[in-house]
Structure formats: C-alpha cells, structure tokens
Nanobody, 116 residues
Framework: QVQLVESGGGLVQAGGSLRLSCAASGSSASINSMGWYRQAPGSQRDFVAQIAIVGTTNYADSVKGRFTITRDNAKNTVYLQMNSLKPEDTAVYYC??????????WGKGTLVTVSS
C-alpha cells in the first residue's frame, strides 16, 4: 500500500503561481510513475502531468509551458509548479502514483482556486 498526502493548494489571482507537493509513504519503494490529475466542479477527472521514475515527463496540452512536474525519489515526493495560472485551472488536484505492479493510488486532493 502507498499513502499519498498532497499540500500546496490555495487561492491565487490569475497570472499567479502555486506549487503543489505530494509525499508518498508506505510501500514507496514500489513506486513507478507519479503524477497529477484535476477535477473541476461538474467535470470528470482529467490528466495534468506525469513523471516516470527515470524522469521522463508528459503533460496535458492545456498546461504545457505553464506547469512543470518534478520528483525527488529520495523523498518519495512529486511536485507540480504551476505558473501563469488561469481561472480555468480551478479544480481539486489529485496526486496519482502507479506502482511497479501497476496498482493505482490516489491522494485525497488539494483545492486550487484561481480568481479572475
């Protein structure tokens, strides 16, 4: 089992920045990829960004050039640096981890609100 705890959400004005963190504990040695999803009110949960254990990254088109995902394998932590935030980035952001045996784990989410 892997437990995930997100932090760093909050209220920010459009054009501002926030940095989300997600710390993994438990069977963290089994972690393969780490990533972020988001869910706006009334919408489905959408992919935001992912980083593999070797550092390869993948981003949703809507955040490319504005968001940067990084990870610290020694701390079992993944970060999402969000710059040039837009009101449409408002959502609950969920940390996601995929283990080496392809199990999916989710955090409880952290709310990001971008005011116009």
């Amino acid at each position: 089992q892997v437990q995930l705890v997100e932090s760093g959400g909050g209220l920010v004005q459009a054009g501002g920045s926030l940095r989300l963190s997600c710390a993994a504990s438990g069977s963290s040695a089994s972690i393969n990829s780490m990533g972020w999803y988001r869910q706006a009110p009334g919408s489905q949960r959408d992919f935001v960004a992912q980083i593999a254990i070797v550092g390869t990254t993948n981003y949703a088109d809507s955040v490319k050039g504005r968001f940067t995902i990084t990870r610290d394998n020694a701390k079992n932590t993944v970060y999402l640096q969000m710059n040039s935030l837009k009101p449409e980035d408002t959502a609950v952001y969920y940390c996601n981890v995929i283990s080496k045996n392809y199990m999916n784990y989710w955090g409880k989410g952290t709310l990001v609100t971008v005011s116009s």
